[in-house]
Structure formats: structure tokens, C-alpha cells
Nanobody, 119 residues
């Protein structure tokens, strides 16, 4: 079984920065894609950024140029550096880890970490 644990959320003023971390732990597995999603109150969960094992990244338009995703493959850890934060970035941020298996992918999610940006 794979366990996904996030850390690094908190309260920050607009224009500030935060760094989220997420580690996928377990044994006998290889994590392929990792990423961050977020869900604001009353809204659906949305993609923030993803990164493949080879380092290919994908960002939501709303965070391009402000957020940077990176990963440490040996540690199965992914990071999200968030700069120039805006109040509309306020949400619960969820880490996703995908494990490739025969016939598809198994998805694992963290419990979420709250990010609050005050104006």
C-alpha cells in the first residue's frame, strides 16, 4: 500500500510564498506521475501542476509563472513552490501520486493541506 502525506500549508499574505511537500511511502512500488490539485470552498477540485517521472511538467494557466513543481524520484517526493500568492489561491491542496500497474494506473491521494492567502 502507498501512503501519501503533504506538509507545508499555512496562512500567508498576498504576494507571499509557501512551499508544499509531499512524500509517497510504501514498499515495492514505482511512482509515475505526481502532482498537486486544489479545492476551494464550493468549487470542484482542479489541477494545479503535475510532473512525470522524467520531469515533464504541466501547469494550470492560473498559476503559470508563479508556481514551480519539482520532484525527487529516489525519495518519491514532490514539491510545489508557490510565489506571488493571491487570495484566489486559497484552497485545500491535495497531493496525487500515480502508480503504473498492468492495465492502468492506481491513484493515491493525500489528506490535503490548507493554504490561506489573506488580502
Amino acid at each position: 500500500q502507498v501512503q501519501v502525506v503533504e506538509s507545508g500549508g499555512g496562512l500567508v499574505q498576498a504576494g507571499g510564498s509557501l512551499r508544499l511537500s509531499c512524500a509517497a511511502s510504501g514498499s515495492g512500488f514505482s511512482i509515475s506521475a505526481m502532482g498537486w490539485y486544489r479545492q476551494a470552498p464550493g468549487k470542484q477540485r482542479e489541477l494545479v501542476a503535475t510532473i512525470t517521472r522524467g520531469g515533464t511538467t504541466n501547469y494550470a494557466d492560473s498559476v503559470k509563472g508563479r508556481f514551480t513543481i519539482s520532484r525527487d524520484n529516489p525519495k518519491n517526493t514532490v514539491y510545489l513552490q508557490m510565489n506571488s500568492l493571491k487570495p484566489e489561491d486559497t484552497a485545500v491542496y491535495y497531493c496525487h501520486a500515480g502508480r503504473t500497474v498492468v492495465g492502468g494506473t492506481v491513484d493515491y491521494w493525500g489528506q490535503g493541506t490548507q493554504v490561506t492567502v489573506s488580502s
